[in-house]
């Protein structure tokens, strides 16, 4: 079972940054693809960027051009740069990892959550 621990997150006023770190315990091959979904309260939960194992990176609109994922194969772990936080970047931001390039299917795609972290950005 592939297990992933998330850290980073917390408060930020608009314009600010932070960054999220994703540490996943499996193998190359559960983690072909990681990333990041949010979701704020009563929406759905939303792609926010993921990162293939070759370093290829896709974005939602909302955040392209402020934020920046990567990940770093030797140390198993992804990274999210939030930069020039906005409020509706509020929510909880939730690592994942597929063994699929791409997810289509949040219950049939991804293999593991990491427990969630807390975004808020206010003034």
């Known amino acids: 079972q592939v297990q992933l621990v998330e850290s980073g997150g917390g408060s930020a006023q608009p314009g600010e940054s932070l960054r999220l770190s994703c540490v996943n315990s499996g193998n190359r091959f559960s983690a072909n693809s990681m990333g990041w979904f949010r979701q704020a309260p009563g929406k759905q939960r939303e792609l926010v960027a993921a990162?293939?194992?070759?370093?290829?990176?896709t974005y939602a609109d909302s955040v392209k051009g402020r934020f920046t994922i990567s990940r770093d194969n030797d140390k198993h772990t992804a990274y999210l740069q939030m930069d020039s936080l906005k409020p509706e970047d509020t929510a909880v931001y939730y690592c994942?990892?597929?063994?699929?390039?791409?997810?289509?299917?949040?219950?049939?795609?991804?293999?593991?959550w990491g427990q969630g972290t807390q975004v808020t950005v206010s003034s």
């Open positions: 994942y990892a597929s063994p699929y390039f791409e997810v289509k299917d949040l219950d049939r795609d991804v293999s593991s």
């Open positions: 990162v293939t194992y070759g370093g290829s990176a």
